[in-house]
């Protein structure tokens, strides 16, 4: 590249670089951008891109807005060409990163976004947009956030972060293995998205009409139609509710014991997530009274209104665990009501309804206490009816369980990946190669 000029690994004022990799400031390889005010052209319509339109996750362009000119916000004035990279100047640590796609080619962007525009002589587009989302580059400009309530860097500080080049040619090679492990990434995402709405379609479906396809269309209940032919009953008829152990209690010193506890982020809509489980002191003596036990369906109190009630089986995953306060434990007399039946029904449309019709509800959260969680509403088919609408379920939550794992696989290859390519721990492309490399 003619105007870089790489440190070689025996200069003293930088660390070793990769054979014909130069260390330079972003705003080196980028050319201008330009600036629009839409208020001044009242017949035009344009798709703008404000921060939220950003997917932190994807690192995608995920929605717009449709906007005409005379009412446009105050922000939308930054033009927008195929190939830049945009990166939110508000709160820059949260990487909200993405590459314009065609589609947005000529519309307008927030003034909150730094347009990063690749000169095409020295710079591939999606090796900066790549680059834009290393640790390095996302913590360098994190260090310079100013204001407490909101934090933001400017365009000036994200144009001077320094980033580790390679040859053109190299920089299209490293974009190209990058782009393939994304996009492979986004189809598994796909999948897994096709799954979770299987599973909700499947749900509504068995726990509206059931199995036995009696005669006679289903029955209304306030929280929606269920088969005309189960049985109604409460929770507490069939099941005990267990609460848990609050934090931040005096124990004995000489009588107390220190256990696994299962906490609300353990706690997720459909699963359990035990990645990380934390520990709890109790006394003997209560052990037993907050022990959770095989087949115990495990609900948080609170959460986002579309969580409610979240949870499913516990299946003793964890060796003499016991569990928060936050979390109840239900406890069901398996004659009458199988725990995983429960745990369906409790994540169903039906038993969200019931859960968000007796919360207590704050702007964002709400909450249930165990007096409501005993009062719920039960639908009870036969013991034969509630193990095959388990099977059916499971084997749903089977197939996307597997999907998310490698989901979660692809994510971390991308994520190692991206540190090992651009950094230049891991070379493709023919400039790979010193002169004296064989």
Request: proline letters at 7%; glycine letters at 6%.
């Amino acid at each position: 590249m003619s105007n870089l000029s790489p440190r070689r690994p025996t200069e003293p004022d930088g660390p070793s670089l990769p054979f014909g990799w130069g260390r330079v400031s972003l705003g080196e390889l980028c050319s201008k951008t330009a600036f629009l005010d839409p208020v001044k052209s009242p017949e035009l319509e344009f798709e703008y891109v404000d921060v939220s339109s950003v997917s932190a996750e994807s690192m995608k362009v995920t929605r717009t807005a449709k906007v005409k000119g005379p009412a446009a916000p105050s922000r939308a004035r930054k033009l927008l060409r195929t190939g830049d990279v945009i990166f939110a100047t508000v709160r820059p640590t949260l990487r909200r990163v993405a590459f314009v796609p065609p589609s947005l080619d000529g519309q307008l962007a927030s003034t909150a976004f730094c347009v990063i525009r690749a000169n095409p002589d020295v710079a591939d587009p999606r090796f900066l947009y790549y680059a834009a989302m290393t640790d390095g580059f996302v913590h360098g400009v994190g260090a310079l956030e100013r204001g407490a309530s909101y934090p933001a860097v400017t365009d000036g500080d994200v144009l001077d972060q320094e980033i580790l080049v390679p040859p053109l040619p190299e920089q299209g090679a490293i974009a190209r293995v990058l782009l393939k492990l994304q996009s492979a990434v986004e189809v598994q995402d796909r999948i897994v998205a096709t799954l979770k709405d299987l599973k909700s379609a499947t749900m509504a479906k068995l726990f509206r009409e059931g199995l036995r396809r009696e005669p006679g269309p289903p029955r209304m209940t306030p929280f929606g139609e269920v088969p005309a032919h189960w049985e109604d009953g409460l929770l507490s008829e069939y099941a005990e509710v267990q609460t848990g152990v609050a934090k931040g209690r005096k124990v004995a010193a000489a009588r107390f014991v220190e256990l696994p506890y299962l906490r609300v982020a353990n706690v997720q809509d459909g699963y359990l997530d035990l990645s990380e489980i934390k520990t709890i002191l109790l006394s003997e003596q209560e052990v037993q009274r907050y022990l959770l036990r095989e087949g115990d369906v495990v609900l948080t109190e609170g959460g986002d209104f579309d969580k409610l009630g979240r949870g499913y089986l516990w299946s003793s995953q964890v060796p003499n665990c016991v569990h928060q306060n936050h979390i109840f434990a239900v406890r069901s007399d398996r004659e009458k009501l199988l725990p995983e039946f429960f745990a369906y029904q409790a994540q169903s449309a039906y038993g969200k309804s019931y859960f968000l019709s007796v919360a207590h509800k704050t702007t964002n959260l709400a909450c249930i206490n165990a007096t409501k969680l005993r009062s719920f509403p039960l639908l009870i088919p036969e013991v034969s009816e509630q193990r095959e609408i388990a099977s059916r379920l499971r084997r749903v939550d089977g197939a996307l369980e597997a999907h998310k794992a490698r989901l979660r696989r692809l994510v971390t290859i991308f994520s190692q990946m991206l540190h090992l390519l651009m950094s230049g721990r891991v070379r493709v492309g023919r400039e790979a190669k010193a002169p004296h490399d064989s």
